[in-house]
Structures are given as structure tokens and as C-alpha cells.
């Protein structure tokens, strides 16, 4: 059980193209979906926090408007990187929790390469 | 957001080894505590939540010490398999939800 599935894996495309990522809960109702962001040998860095019908709550540092956020059902949330710049080049986990005190579960993650 | 501190190492140890790992967290309201494994170029994958009373699962014991705010982690006859990053996450209450903390990991490598 807790299965999340993220899609794409991996993104290759120019820069100034938009990119939309999708991560899904397969089996169980994400009240609360999380976005993340890695670079190589760096620790997670949590980029927002997104509850069922609400708006994401971004972290200090994240522009709202260049990672566009929207989680519309207790199964899906969409993350999409506006006008990607090679900056932006990283690679991008969603994760999904189902009661505040649960632990979270996450996606494959997906590889962004801008070039 | 308080902090989660972890020894990033690396621990580098023998197959069959005990090994343990210490995070302390410093929001004494936090909730709930995980561990987390993971390999490089992968997603993190829930290893166990953490219990007030410890818990065991297989080869794996976890800890909790609310008066000192720190969990642990003790692995028992190391595999080779047992190589990955090690994340410690505390669940921080945060405007009536709960917000995870990750602490940035503790590296293990477990050499023949």
C-alpha cells in the first residue's frame, strides 16, 4: 500500500519551455502533498506544501509564480516549472500523506535537465 | 522552522557490524519521527516510523528520547544492501497540520 506514482521521470528540454510534473497517490487519499528539490549530493529541500482545494504554501526563497502548484483532488497535485532555465536544472520529488501525523510516501521523483 | 541534526558521516563499516545513528531535533512539540533510506539518485523510502515505547523491525531498532529530543537508529548485522543515506524526519505542528523536517542524512557503507 502507499503507492505514489510521479511522471515524468525524466525531462530533457530547451530553455524557456514550461514543465509540468505529475504525482498521483494511488491507493490511499493525499490530504497533503509536499514538493521537493535535490541537487547532487545536497539534502532535500522542501519547495511547498499543498492541502486538497487550497492554495500551496511556498518556503522562504521559492517564487510562487515560476513553480506553479495545484493539487485539485485528494489524488493528484501538478507542479509545473514555468520558462525552465538550465538554474532550474535539478532533480524534483513530490510526496504524499494521507493524516497530518502519517508518515509522507513519495514518488520516483523526476529528473529535470534544462539545457 | 526548528532544526533536525544529523552526523553526516560517513559511518564506514564491516558486513555484520552494529551500527547506530543519532538525530536530535530541537521543537520539543514535534509530533512524530520517522527514518528514511535512501540510495543515491532515488527517492527517499520510509524505513519505520518511531515509537515512544522503540520499535523493531528485523535487524532495525528505533529509539525515541522526548526528555533529550533525539531518535535513533541501530542496525544489527549489516548487509552489504545496507549502504544508502539515512534521513531523519520529525513531524513539526505548523498551523493546525504538521510539516516535516528533515534532517540531511547520515551516510552508511557497508564494505565485505
Known amino acids: 500500500g502507499a503507492v505514489v506514482s510521479q511522471h515524468p521521470s525524466w525531462v530533457i528540454c530547451k530553455s524557456g519551455t514550461s514543465v509540468k510534473i505529475e504525482c498521483r497517490s494511488l491507493d490511499f487519499q493525499a490530504t497533503t502533498m509536499f514538493w521537493y528539490r535535490q541537487f547532487p549530493k545536497q539534502s532535500l529541500m522542501l519547495m511547498a506544501t499543498s492541502n486538497e482545494g487550497s492554495k500551496a504554501t511556498y518556503e522562504q526563497g521559492v517564487e510562487k509564480d515560476k513553480f506553479l502548484i495545484n493539487h485539485a483532488s485528494l489524488t493528484l497535485s501538478t507542479l509545473t516549472v514555468t520558462s525552465a532555465h538550465p538554474e532550474d536544472s535539478s532533480f524534483y520529488i513530490c510526496?504524499?500523506?494521507?493524516?497530518?501525523?502519517?508518515?509522507?510516501?513519495f514518488g520516483d521523483g523526476t529528473r529535470l535537465s534544462i539545457l | 522552522r526548528k532544526e533536525v541534526e544529523q552526523d553526516p558521516g560517513p559511518f564506514n563499516v564491516p558486513e555484520g557490524a552494529t551500527v547506530a545513528f543519532n538525530c536530535t531535533y530541537s521543537n520539543s512539540a514535534s509530533q512524530s519521527f520517522f527514518w528514511y533510506r535512501q540510495d543515491c539518485r532515488k527517492e527517499p523510502k520510509l524505513l519505520m516510523s518511531v515509537y515512544s515505547s522503540g520499535n523493531e523491525d528485523g535487524r532495525f531498532t528505533a529509539q525515541l528520547n522526548r526528555a533529550s529530543q533525539y531518535i535513533s537508529l541501530l542496525i544489527r548485522d549489516s548487509k552489504l544492501s545496507d549502504s544508502a543515506t539515512y534521513l531523519c524526519?520529525?513531524?513539526?505542528?505548523?498551523?493546525?497540520?504538521?510539516?516535516?523536517?528533515f534532517g540531511r542524512g547520515t551516510s552508511l557503507i557497508v564494505h565485505p
Open positions: 524526519v520529525v513531524n513539526e505542528p505548523s498551523g493546525g497540520s504538521y510539516i516535516p523536517t
Open positions: 510526496s504524499a500523506r494521507d493524516k497530518g501525523n502519517q508518515p509522507q510516501h
